[in-house]
């Protein structure tokens, strides 16, 4: 199993940014998804997740409304679409497949992660 992260990177306040993971290795299609991040001296924070056929989202209250997660299933691919950026949003990023999912907010609940992909929001 591998997942890679691509698309971090610097964004202004009020930009965006696209982050892609690449998944192999496993069904794509059977596990729900999910992005977390971790600040500098933080916990690793649930960001959006997405199940398996894509049909059910969700998505922390932090960036609701500006966040949206999606996937292509015949790319084995799942995506954080990051809009109206803030520096609070600075973190390392990381796409994590669901083992057995009872909350999307776990992180115990995921058995595989990317490598992470830094994001940082600054004028």
């Known amino acids: 199993v591998q997942l890679v992260e691509s698309g971090g990177g610097l964004a202004q306040p009020g930009g965006s940014l696209r982050l892609s993971c690449a998944a192999s290795g496993f069904t794509f299609s059977n596990h729900a998804l999910s992005w977390f991040r971790q600040a500098p001296g933080k916990e690793r924070e649930f960001v959006s997740g997405?199940?398996?056929?894509?049909?059910?989202?969700r998505t922390a209250d932090s960036v609701k409304g500006r966040f949206t997660i999606s996937r292509d299933n015949a790319e084995n691919t799942v995506y954080l679409q990051m809009n109206s950026l803030k520096p609070e949003d600075t973190a390392v990023y990381y796409c994590?497949?669901?083992?057995?999912?009872?909350?999307?907010?776990?992180?115990?609940?995921?058995?595989?992660w990317g490598q992470g992909s830094q994001v940082s929001v600054s004028s």
């Open positions: 997405i199940s398996g056929s894509g049909t059910n989202t």
């Open positions: 994590a497949r669901a083992d057995f999912l009872t909350t999307w907010y776990n992180p115990d609940e995921y058995d595989y």
